[in-house]
């Protein structure tokens, strides 16, 4: 399955923004979808997570409070609604799909989409 992330931008911090990411095919309820993101010059990390079929949820403790994770079955797009950025929120942020529960670990997740930049002004 391809999946697509949209919605980065440069905003300013204390702003909101909202990512989505969709598929080349529906998501199924054994489906997990995962945010995850890259800062420059670090490594990529866990943000958010959710099981399609149930929305179980999962976040890591740095976006707990600002970062919701969710889904439009209708459009079948899972969204991150990030509110209160800050600088340390800049980093390219990737969608990823796995069978399952939504986990934390990168190597948990077979496909990735090819990432959104979103870039916080101080």
């Known amino acids: 399955v391809q999946l697509q992330a949209s919605g980065g931008g440069l905003v300013q911090a204390g702003d909101s923004l909202k990512l989505s990411c969709t598929a080349s095919?529906?998501?199924?309820?054994?489906?997990?979808l995962g945010w995850f993101r890259q800062a420059p010059g670090k490594e990529r990390e866990f943000v958010a997570a959710?099981?399609?079929?149930?929305?179980?949820?999962s976040y890591a403790d740095s976006v707990k409070g600002r970062f919701t994770i969710d889904k439009d079955s209708t459009k079948n797009t899972v969204f991150l609604q990030m509110n209160s950025l800050t600088p340390e929120d800049t980093a390219i942020y990737y969608c990823a799909r796995r069978t399952g529960s939504p986990l934390r670990t990168i190597s948990d997740y077979q496909n990735w989409g090819q990432g959104t930049l979103v870039t916080v002004s101080s």
């Open positions: 095919r529906r998501f199924f309820s054994s489906d997990a």
């Open positions: 959710i099981n399609w079929g149930d929305r179980r949820t």
